[in-house]
């Protein structure tokens, strides 16, 4: 009879560090890499919301740092002085999506700024964290993505271009890091209660004339679930992706959307 093995989700002694984590999704991850026993680094721009932040995470050892994702240099140099405290176990890389819009109608400069704040950042911490894991035999990285990976969204014509690429990167990175014991893996949320999803309903209110709440009720309306996600939702998804548990998990891409994405 085989033996049977209890899943492994403690992530004792492991060092996370999480991008975007001041609210949202981003947060809601980081509370729950804490919760599992890991210390975490938060990173977002700003410094007062990343200070209330810290007061949320269960648990100790935590800390912060600060980096506009706009600014690639910024990231570089958060990244030298986190590794330069210890290695990195587990990344996740998380950034605000650009603004919305018809792909029509975009400007030029807007694919390269938005593939810089996604893309590069990614690669920028990817490679700062990768010799620790490497050396440890062992590695986490989760990128939060967007469903638009499998099925484009209407209306986010940029949006919908890069986080494709990030997507191709991704597994790239997972076929190459894999005798290494790393894992790459994508979580694609839906419609999401965050920041963003308040930001991208008031644009579309505007432009039709409707209420954001009309808006949002919409969106939710075509979810099968019948409603938006909460980042918590989003978040269990990640931990478990960072956990030993996940070990043989990679190079996928995890929808969390109530059902929604109209594709396997």
Known sequence: ????????????????????????????????????????????????????????????????????????????????????????????????????????????????????????????????????????GWGRVVNVISTSVKAPLAGLGVSNTVRGAVANWAKTWATEVAPFGITVNNVLPGATHTARLTSLAQAKAQATGQQPEEILDAMAAKVPAGRVGQPEEIAHAIAFLCSPAAGYISGINLPVDGGRTPCL
């Open 1 to 136: 009879m085989n033996e049977f093995h209890v899943l492994p989700l403690s992530l004792e002694g492991k060092h996370a560090l999480v991008c975007g984590a001041s609210q949202g999704i981003g947060l809601a991850a980081a509370q729950q890499l804490a919760g599992l026993g890991a210390s975490v680094t938060l990173l977002a721009r700003n410094a007062e919301r990343l200070k209330e932040a810290l007061k949320l995470l269960p648990g100790s050892g935590h800390q912060f740092a600060t980096a506009d994702f706009q600014e690639p240099e910024q990231v570089q140099s958060a990244a030298q002085a986190i590794l330069s405290q210890g290695p990195i176990d587990i990344l996740v890389n998380n950034t605000g999506g650009p603004a919305g819009g018809p792909i029509s109608e975009a400007h030029p400069d807007a694919f390269l700024a938005t593939f810089q704040q996604h893309l590069t950042n990614n690669h920028i911490l990817t490679q700062a964290v990768f010799p620790g894991m490497k050396k440890a």
